[in-house]
C-alpha cells in the first residue's frame, strides 16, 4: 500500500512526514534519522518539546509567570519573552539527558535510560 501511510499488515499508520529535528540531524548522525526501525529520530525530538513544556508549565503554575509579570509587557509580548527565555534550559537539560539516552553511542554515557527519562518527566 504505498503512499498510503498504513503499513502493509494494515495495523500500523507510519508517519507520512519527518520531524525537523529526525530530518535535520537525522541526516549527520544516523543515530537520529526518521526512518530508523525504533524512530528514535522522533523520539528525540518529542523529548525536547516534553522539556519545553515542564519548563512553561513550572513557569506559569509555580513560579507565576516571573519574571515577565513585573515588566508590564502587553500579551503576546509577555508570552513571546517567556517562551524565549525558557529555551535555554530546556535545550541544556535536552542535550544533557535526552541525547546520549536515545543515541546508539550514548549508550555507556548516558546518565538515565529513555524509559526513566520519559518516566520522571511524564509521573
Known sequence: MAGTGVDPDGL?????????????????????????AEGT??????????????????????WGNRPWTKSGLPQPWLGFG??????????VLFLVLAVPAVAEWGADTAILDANTLIGWFTA
Open 41 to 62: 529520530g522522533y523520539l528525540a525530538g518529542a523529548l525536547w518539546v516534553l522539556f519545553g513544556f515542564f519548563f512553561y508549565v513550572m513557569s506559569v503554575v509555580n
Open 12 to 36: 500500523r499508520a507510519r508517519p507520512r512526514h519527518h520531524g525537523a529535528f529526525a530530518l535535520g540531524y537525522g541526516a549527520l548522525d544516523p543515530t537520529f534519522a526518521g526512518g530508523r
Open 82 to 91: 517567556q517562551i524565549s527565555m525558557l529555551i535555554l534550559p530546556s535545550t
